[in-house]
């Protein structure tokens, strides 16, 4: 890892360096002192240290559960979780597929579209679902579970084809086992959520698409040495540690993340494990690894990763470049080539948020505002009204929140909304739309106009896959953030199997619950759906379009 930055970064990161060297801090968390973080001597979730070395004793195993998946006949593993059971198994169907692997799709959202999106592709008889939740309780996930045990129903008993990782002992895992399922997964008690890719809710799906599992821990094990070196600027884990934690003190909350493309899987998992260990008590760090690129936004509220690949990114060298000429502090980190080094590269930032915050104060293993939007998404789902009525509706959209009564009211809406965004904050397109890659660039143009016009950092984010993610930060981070929620109506809504309730439903409380979750923290907040009939590309094209014309008059 190298720091290129002006003298005074360099000075406060030098100055937390030698903080956490005379604290003694890298022996300390390797002992597993839970005194390193705020809350005295609770019991802290540090499983994750020491993992590498743990699976490469019990690696084979992971070959063996590969072959016997295809002479099962399956060909193809859905992957039903949320969040830290959901996002490296995301990195796995990208990153580490191979050869003698399945197909891997996972499913995490409550999309309706999306989910019959996938159902059309199933084939029951050579499909297995794998159903991940550490707790065994996660809404979406058992919800999930219920929909894709229907599909595989038509084939057959389907205990057969389905499997789950979960914790020891939770609901979730004593149902399956007394069903009698193909497979349980026991998850590590010790190790939390967004820390578990080196567990089976990582480990697993990388065996299923393919990865030489035992190749990547081997790969990882000299990162999991180094990271236990005492001296921190030796430290990769330790010292990575030490900047994020500067850049915070210093306001420099955005961590750009520009990764050469076999990287860019990863750079969600990074977010999770960031934004959600940081984001709380009105501090944290939030990385943007996929804002549109237009110009360059590079300043004091900025800090760069450039995570270089085998294959080094002209583009984002000259990014990298140009945010250094700008003075903008710029890590460089020589991953080398993904498949292989993946896990080595999940070792040095579990390490580094770990160490980020013992120097921030922060408890960087909970996440104390997660749980206020499962508990409006419950109450809305029990009936008790929390969506105010449409402010106005017109050209395909229902608009709620701070609206201005003169027209044309969605491009004053849309005025209102960054007009309250101030230098050094940031807007955040939560889109509770199908996650396509379609829908992904017209909402990154939808970005790019606020963008280029206010000259802020712009997040995105898939909902409900950011509540367990950057939601942390939107909600308990600093109070910088504006949103811009976008929904739509389903033409055909999926039903929840065995329940009395649709996916179509859950989708929308859970994005009108977190909306009044965020009201009530003081965050601005617009509501935009998009009408049943709509195109939903078409939709966020013109509202990209009124964007423009509310913020450069175009």
Not at 160 to 170: E, H, I, M, N, Q
Not at 271 to 277: D, G, I, P, T, Y
Not at 393 to 421: C, I, N, Q
Request: hydrophobic share 45%.
């Amino acid at each position: 890892m190298n720091l290129d930055a002006p003298t005074d970064f360099v000075s406060v990161v030098d100055e937390r360096r030698a903080a956490l060297d005379r604290a003694d801090f890298v022996r300390r968390l390797w002992k597993r002192d839970p005194s390193l973080w705020p809350g005295g001597r609770k019991q802290r979730p540090l499983g994750f240290l020491g993992r590498i070395a743990a699976e490469q004793e019990r690696h084979r195993r992971y070959a063996f559960l590969r072959r016997t998946v295809r002479d099962r006949g399956v060909d193809r593993v859905l992957w039903l979780g949320m969040g830290g059971a959901s996002l490296f198994a995301e990195v796995a169907s990208r990153t580490l597929r191979g050869e003698e692997g399945v197909a891997l799709t996972v499913v995490d959202t409550t999309d309706p579209t999306a989910l019959r999106s996938v159902a059309r592709d199933v084939d029951p008889g050579r499909t297995l679902a794998v159903v991940a939740s550490k707790s065994g309780t996660t809404l979406e996930t058992t919800l999930l579970e219920a929909w894709a045990t229907s599909l595989l129903e038509p084939a057959g008993d389907p205990r057969r084809r389905l499997a789950y990782v979960t914790d020891p002992g939770s609901p979730m895992d004593r149902r399956a086992r007394e069903a009698g399922v193909f497979a349980v997964f026991p998850g590590e008690r010790d190790v939390g959520g967004r820390f578990s890719a080196t567990t089976d809710f990582g480990l697993v799906p990388a065996a299923l698409a393919g990865a030489d599992v035992g190749a990547l821990l081997d790969a990882a094990a000299p990162m999991e040495a180094a990271c236990r070196v005492g001296k921190v600027s030796a430290n990769p884990g330790a010292d990575l540690g030490a900047v994020l934690a500067a850049a915070e003190a210093a306001e420099r909350r955005y961590l750009t993340i520009l990764p050469d493309e076999p990287w860019r899987p990863l750079c969600a998992w990074i977010e999770q494990l960031v934004a959600e260990s940081t984001g709380k008590a009105g501090r944290g760090l939030l990385p943007l690894w996929d804002e549109p690129q237009g110009e360059a936004i590079l300043g004091e509220d900025r800090l760069v990763v450039r995570l270089v690949g085998e294959r080094p990114s002209e583009v984002q060298d000259a990014l990298a470049a140009e945010a250094r000429a700008a003075g903008t502090p710029v890590v460089t980190i020589r991953a080398g080539a993904a498949q292989e080094r993946v896990l080595a590269e999940v070792v040095r930032w579990q390490v580094a948020v770990a160490t980020c915050g013992h120097l921030m104060e922060i408890d960087p293993f909970d996440q104390p505002d997660v749980e206020a939007t499962k508990a409006a998404t419950r109450r809305m789902l029990e009936g008790e009204v929390l969506r105010p009525e449409p402010d106005f509706v017109g050209d395909g959209f229902e608009v709620r929140g701070d609206v201005p009564a003169a027209a044309p009211r969605l491009v004053g809406a849309l005025a209102t909304l960054a007009g309250a965004v101030r230098r050094g904050d940031y807007l955040a397109v939560l889109a509770y739309l199908p996650p396509t890659a379609e829908l992904a660039d017209a909402l990154g143009r939808l970005r790019a106009e606020f963008r280029a016009a206010r000259g802020i950092a712009v997040a995105g984010g898939w909902g409900p896959r950011y509540l367990h993610a950057s939601g942390q930060f939107h909600k308990g981070g600093p109070a910088c953030g504006a949103f811009l929620v976008l929904t739509h109506q389903a033409g055909e809504d999926v039903p929840v199997p065995g329940r009395d309730v649709t996916f179509g439903a859950v989708e929308r409380a859970q994005a009108a619950a977190d909306a009044a979750v965020l009201r009530e923290r003081g965050r601005p907040v617009l509501e935009i759906e998009i009408q049943a009939g709509e195109d939903l590309i078409e939709a966020v094209g013109r509202l990209a379009a009124a964007c423009r014309k509310a913020l450069r008059g175009a």
